[in-house]
Every structure is written in structure tokens, then in C-alpha cells.
Nanobody, 123 residues
Framework: VQLVESGGGLVQAGGSLRLSCAASGRMYGMGWFRQAPGKEREFVAAVTWSGADTYYADSVKGRFTISRDNAKNTVYLQMNSLKPEDTGGYYC????????????????????WGQGTQVTVSS
């Protein structure tokens, strides 16, 4: 299974970007993580297979929205009101397990990872 992210780029503070992650097969829980230079990878957002439940890090609540289109095996991250501290590599992750608890904020929950897409927010 491959995950391919797209949509990153350079944007001014206050701007918006929409990231996409296309999976080569059906995945269940999916999430976005990010990693800034010199920092650990951190959870950003996650969505269950049905799309009915979404989860966000406190730092992005109210600004980012995660969604998915299962017909296209694609998950999206709409990022609004971007801040310089949102800068980093953004990684899509997928859980191949349909049942059981979804530990959405734990990197160990996910079975597959994309290569990442860079987001840079200038002040």
C-alpha cells in the first residue's frame, strides 16, 4: 500500500492550503502528523473510516479540517488561518485495521506512512 501526499507549499501567515493523501488501497483510520526541524513528529488530525468521527490537536482546532472520500481512497486536510508555527513536513498515515480501538494520536497505531509534503508559512 502506498500513500502519496500533495498540496504543500509556501504560504503567508493567515493563508490556506489543502493537503491531499491518496492511498493505493482501502484504509480505515487515517491521520495527519507533522514534524518541524529539530522537533518530534506530532499528531495533527485523524478521521475514522466512516468519516463520522474526527480528532484534532488543540493547536489546530478551529483552523484545520480533516475529511475523506472513500470512493477515491483519499483523505484531505484543509488548513486555514495558517501560522508560522504550522511550518513543517506533513505526513499522512493509515491504519489497516477496521475493528478495535483507534489510538489516533499515536504514531504506532498506523501501518503505512507517506513520504510527506512540506508546508512553509512565512510571517
Amino acid at each position: 500500500v502506498q500513500l502519496v501526499e500533495s498540496g504543500g507549499g509556501l504560504v503567508q501567515a493567515g493563508g490556506s492550503l489543502r493537503l491531499s493523501c491518496a492511498a493505493s488501497g482501502r484504509m480505515y483510520g487515517m491521520g495527519w502528523f507533522r514534524q518541524a526541524p529539530g522537533k518530534e513528529r506530532e499528531f495533527v488530525a485523524a478521521v475514522t473510516w466512516s468519516g463520522a468521527d474526527t480528532y484534532y490537536a488543540d493547536s489546530v482546532k478551529g483552523r484545520f479540517t480533516i475529511s475523506r472520500d472513500n470512493a477515491k481512497n483519499t483523505v484531505y486536510l484543509q488548513m486555514n488561518s495558517l501560522k508560522p508555527e504550522d511550518t513543517g513536513g506533513y505526513y499522512c498515515a493509515a491504519d489497516k485495521t477496521r475493528y478495535g480501538p483507534f489510538h489516533y494520536s499515536s504514531p504506532g497505531e498506523y501501518d503505512y506512512w507517506g513520504q510527506g509534503t512540506q508546508v512553509t508559512v512565512s510571517s
